[in-house]
């Protein structure tokens, strides 16, 4: 029985008082000698107030009934959320919008002031985990964050439970490369080396996947993708993105949220995706991280925006805002971003978020608020659902409502899109994990294969003077490994935790187990980790280790694992004001170099390095960016040949942050003048990679010279291996508008391939493009393709030297 026993209870309580209060009045009368000792109207009043309790409790019964209608998982989740909400008060309600980080994670805030009930300090100034625990079991928190154990989900949940209502808490967690943060869980390649196989299929996979391995460890939310536009690799966040082509983002954003969700996420395997950071973060003013982004609307119209109207045409159900301003109004108060344009004029259906402490923020750091009272009104007001994260939110919500100030129906429309997101995960039903059954489901063969697989197609080989493939030997050959990334877990990438040794192949190993099986001997040398401290006597060690070996193989780059963040040199918040080689690893190896012995470097980093000396003195150069679990084996076989490999780049690599901003869909007076000691050209460029094989485009065709509407024309080339190698290339497309009433870029990426080819073989690739591929705001800003002509390139990269161009007409002006 649900309710009876309260009902009961409340029935007799105001029976009593009643009874009471009758008496008192009889009382009152009798003192006054004005009625009798029985008042005549005395049972009247009583039996009009029965009648009507009673009719009130029979209503009651009938609507809130034994089987509520919400916990009934028959019924549809629209009536089942009407129902819970019809029984919510509006504290009940704003609690749904809130979140807090877990309870571990709290502990962890301040290790060295852990006192009863004052182990919190770290996060929440006021609030001890008791406190926090005690408010998940009065119902008072919606959601909670970086939950890394199923055991504390399953606490969570336990004491979610025993709340009046019962409503279960959304655990969010950032799983951007796999379910990373929790320890045993697959790691796949970060972001950019994923975007670097230039495959959405993996993008879809990884998002499923790590949806299942998500759901086994007690989280129903990642937030993921993020769809930035990397347009300044000074910030430390690129190796989180897909690089720098809205086009590519927006596919790859897209079939990411489609792994995740599985269409509408209902289930028990699935996951809410979140689009992140709305919007401009990767064009800050200064590459630094949350600095403000000053854009124009045209710019974010057709560069930044583009992708969250693919991540919502794919269904995306959260959306987090930046922390950055943009065009001097915080992202987090922005009603122009997150009601008109992606809420009305997009139709996005889920919710969106804060991201960490923004809303305060709105206060503390961008002064646009008085304070978190303030702050949370403008937020909410302008669209935002849910905080992230603390106590400090739901007073404010809660009073600003009640003054009249905030609409209660903002506050309706949130709760609403967050319990929707609680029936269809299927929370009420099974909101507890099976910590047995757990580890059969996180890092499983299929899914191990999906991270070496998308590590090996990944891998950007940027030179190679015929050094590589290593060959196989009879004679006992030697190979020397070393640098700082050689041997340890910073192929993770960001947003991992420590991950058992057995389940991380390093570089070293790689190169160790498939070396030896080739005849080599390798050796490693541990030249220091630290990338921020290498010893000059390291490098001296180093160096004369390096004498005997036939090869050196130094693997350097960046380090972006943030649980050794003293060490970082990217990663989130870590920006660099350099993008060389960082501290004495070009020093390292220039050393090595000097022995005479053949080096070959091994990149591992999130975000570009512009190292021109490398490209100029070192033979070959291996870019592996972040490449997950088994990203050693990756390295390896391609090192050994066993890969041929594919990868291209999703970014412009620049030759020095002097250089910057460069990317390669530049505007046509980008490069009209000169630097006086600086080439105008890229390091690589966007799209570009090697392969031990040689590849030739022949001329594009078109199925039809000239577009009139919304119909579908072709571009079709033959691709052929002409070297001794089979393998994949990656054939792309890119048009120019020629002549437009607004500038257009030099060329923008409208398709790419991946195309598997023997060696001699010839494919015939095929493009489709459409109005949509050659839209623009034109100077009025109505988006529309202008009548003219259109270059259409095809070929191996966007160095126009790699491609052949064919002209399409477009007859008249399309508006879409
Ligand atoms: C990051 C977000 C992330 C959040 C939760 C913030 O600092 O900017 O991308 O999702 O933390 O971890």
């Known amino acids: 029985m649900f309710y009876t026993k309260k009902q009961k209870e409340l029935f007799n309580r105001i029976m009593k008082q009643i009874n009471k209060n009758v008496e008192n009045s009889s009382k009152e009368n009798n003192k006054m000698k004005i009625l009798s000792k029985k008042h005549p109207q005395t049972d009247t009043i009583k039996m009009i107030v029965l009648c009507a309790l009673l009719m009130l409790f029979v209503s009651f019964k009938t609507t809130k009934n034994d089987d509520p209608i919400y916990l009934d998982p028959s019924k549809s989740v629209e009536a089942r959320v009407a129902d819970l909400m019809s029984r919510m008060t509006l504290e009940d309600k704003v609690y749904q919008m809130n979140q807090f980080v877990g309870l571990e994670h709290m502990k962890k805030g301040n290790p060295n002031d852990v006192k009863e009930n004052n182990d919190a300090q770290g996060f929440y100034k006021t609030l001890s985990v008791n406190d926090v625990s005690k408010m998940c079991e009065e119902g008072k928190i919606g959601s909670f964050l970086h939950v890394l154990t199923a055991k504390e989900a399953n606490y969570l949940q336990e004491l979610a439970l ?9 655990i969010g967690i950032d799983a951007i490369h796999g379910n990373a943060l929790v320890s045993g869980t697959t790691v796949y390649p970060s972001p950019i080396g994923l975007a670097s196989t230039w495959n959405d299929d993996f993008l879809y996979t990884v998002g499923k996947q790590t949806a299942k391995e998500m759901r086994a460890t007690g989280s129903h939310w990642t937030f993921t ?3 930035d536009i990397l347009r300044d ?34 289930g028990t395997e699935k996951v809410i995706a979140c689009a992140k950071h709305m919007i401009g973060g990767g064009e800050s003013i200064n590459g630094l991280n949350a600095a403000p982004a000053d854009i124009s609307v045209r ?14 045409d794919a269904g995306v159900y959260s959306i987090m805002a930046a922390h950055n301003e943009i065009n001097g109004v915080p992202s987090h108060m922005s009603k122009w971003l997150m009601t008109d344009v992606l809420r009305n004029e997009w139709n996005f259906q889920g919710f969106y978020v804060s991201d960490w402490l923004d809303i305060e923020r709105l206060n503390t750091l961008h002064h646009t608020a008085k304070d978190m009272k303030e702050a949370s009104f403008l937020s909410v007001d302008a669209g935002m659902d849910m905080h992230m994260h603390g106590p400090k939110f739901t007073d404010a919500i809660i009073a600003s409502v009640k003054e009249g100030k905030l609409s209660i129906n903002r506050v309706n429309d949130a709760c609403r899109k967050i319990l929707t997101a609680k029936f269809k995960l299927g929370l009420f039903e099974n909101r507890f994990v099976d910590l047995e059954k757990k580890k059969e489901l996180l890092f499983t063969e299929e899914h191990k294969a999906t991270a070496l697989e998308s590590a090996r197609k990944g891998i950007v080989l940027l030179k190679n003077n015929g050094i590589l493939p290593l060959q196989k030997t009879n004679s006992k050959k030697k190979i020397f490994v070393t640098g700082p990334n050689a041997n340890n877990q910073s192929i993770l990438g960001d947003w991992h935790a420590v991950q058992p040794d057995e389940n991380v192949t390093t570089v070293y190993e790689g190169i160790k187990t498939l070396g030896e099986t080739k005849g080599y001997a390798v050796n490693f040398f541990n030249s220091g980790e630290n990338i921020r401290n290498i010893k000059s006597s390291k490098i001296k060690e180093a ?3 390096a004498k005997n070996a036939d090869y050196a193989i130094v693997v350097v780059g960046d380090n972006s694992m943030r649980y050794k963040w003293k060490d970082k040199t990217a990663g989130e918040n870590m920006a660099r004001a350099s993008l060389n080689l960082f501290g004495k690893q070009l020093d390292l190896v220039k050393a090595i170099k000097e022995t005479g012995t053949p080096v070959i470097i091994v990149l591992v980093n999130g975000k570009p390095i ?8 070192i033979p070959a150069i291996l870019e592996s960016w972040e490449p997950g679990n088994l990203g050693g084996q990756a390295v390896a076989e391609v090192l050994f040949g066993e890969v041929n490999p594919s990868g291209k780049l999703p970014l412009t690599v620049a030759r020095s942050v002097g250089q910057l901003r460069m990317i390669y869909n530049h505007k046509p007076s980008a490069y009209f003048h000169k630097y006086a000691y600086e080439k105008k050209t890229p390091l690589y460029p966007f799209g570009f990679g090697l392969s031990y094989t040689k590849y030739t485009y022949g001329e594009p065709v078109l199925s039809n010279a000239s577009l009139s509407g919304k119909e579908k024309i072709t571009v079709s080339v033959e691709v052929s291996n002409t070297g001794e190698f089979d393998g994949e290339e990656i054939a792309q497309l890119y048009i120019r508008d020629n002549v437009s009433s607004a500038t257009r870029p030099v060329k923008e990426l409208k398709g790419y391939k991946r195309v598997a080819l023997k060696a001699g073989e010839t494919k015939k690739v095929t493009f489709s493009l459409n109005a949509e591929s050659l839209a623009f705001y034109d100077i009025n800003m109505v988006y529309c393709v202008e009548p003219g002509k259109f270059t259409i390139m095809t070929g191996s990269s966007s160095n126009s030297k790699d491609l052949k161009k064919v002209i399409l007409t477009v007859n008249n002006k399309i508006e879409l």
């Open 610 to 617: 512009s190292e021109p000396w490398l490209e100029e003195n």
């Open 299 to 312: 710019t974010l119209r057709e560069v930044h925006l583009p992708p969250y109207k693919k991540a919502i």
């Open 225 to 227: 993708p993020n769809i």
């Open 162 to 170: 025993k709340s009046p209502l019962k409503i279960p808490v959304l």
């Open 543 to 545: 160096s004369e280790k």
């Open 233 to 266: 690799p000074r910030w430390g966040r690129v190796g989180e993105t897909f690089g720098e082509d809205p086009f590519m983002v927006g596919n790859m954003g897209a079939s990411m949220i489609r792994g995740f969700q599985q269409d509408d996420f209902t």
